[in-house]
């Protein structure tokens, strides 16, 4: 009866208020719960067949490691993997700038649901320990109301049953912009922006940083020498898309 209800309601709002694909447009059947239609959704691309086995970016030739990873670089990295869910195709950014430029915080559900079933794909991110989302600097979350990657970090938890720290690190200070930035302007960027507030619970620890997406990794970088020179056994990291 209850169920009887809540379809009713449901197909009411639906007359009233149609929802549409946050990445297409197209409108949504009434009972359809996912933000996607079915062929967006289906059109969320997993990176690969062949990734860099340290930074998870997509190769287009063969060899282990992409140009940035090779050779002695891959341990000179206090962060030892990224892996992402989605590869940056239309979709998976038009939940990325949802999430984080339109204020629809409700995106981080159905956001780190797939991450958490994807989860599982990657046998090398098993041994973490604690999820550690990347933190804003205080001033731009205070604007946001929220820190996107907080969000997805604790949907992600839900399903795959670890801790969230949102204590242990902070941004202690703002960066530009680093979409001007090339790759080693951004690791300088990011050097010394971030600070582990909390060693004791980050100490001997494999910590998992969750993140929306990964472009070169330096922000990733940046927030995984904090927790490093705080203790922290080992740095790995998880975000939603990957460009
Ligand atoms: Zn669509
Ligand atoms: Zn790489």
């Known amino acids: ?32 719960q996912a933000p996607l239609c079915p062929s967006c959704e289906a059109s969320l691309t997993a990176p ?30 206090k962060c030892a993997l990224i892996r992402s869910s989605f590869v940056f195709n239309t979709s998976s950014r038009a939940l990325v ?6 204020r629809a915080d409700y995106l981080a559900r159905y956001m780190g649901k797939l991450m958490g079933r994807r989860f599982a794909q990657h046998p090398e991110l098993a041994g973490a320990e604690v999820l550690v989302p990347v933190p804003l600097f205080p001033k731009r979350g205070r604007r946001r109301g929220y820190n996107q ?37 951004r690791l300088q960027n990011m050097a010394g922006a971030f600070l582990c ?11 998992l940083l969750v993140d929306d997406v990964a472009t070169t990794g330096a922000t990733l970088e940046g927030c995984a020498q ?18």
């Not at 904090?226 to 460009?243: D, H, I």
Request: with cysteine; glycine share 8%.
């Open 1 to 32: 009866m209850q169920k009887a209800w809540s379809n009713l309601v449901k197909l009411f709002l639906h007359f009233w208020f149609p929802r549409t694909c946050f990445a297409c447009g197209r409108d949504l059947a009434w009972n359809h």
């Open 197 to 207: 507030k909390r060693p004791f619970d980050i100490k001997g620890k494999v910590v």
């Open 97 to 102: 700038h949802g999430l984080k430029y339109a």
């Open 48 to 77: 690969g067949p062949l990734i860099c086995q340290r930074c998870g970016a997509v190769l287009k030739s063969g060899g282990a490691h992409c140009y940035a990873c090779r050779g002695s670089k891959t341990r000179q990295y």
């Open 149 to 185: 990657s907080e969000l997805l970090a604790r949907q992600l938890a839900r399903h795959i049953g670890l801790p969230v720290d949102t204590q242990a690190l902070a941004r202690v200070r703002n960066t530009v912009s680093q979409t001007k930035l090339n790759r080693q302007g």
């Open 226 to 243: 904090a927790l490093r020179a705080a203790g922290a056994k080992k740095v790995l990291a998880y975000t939603f898309a990957r460009e």
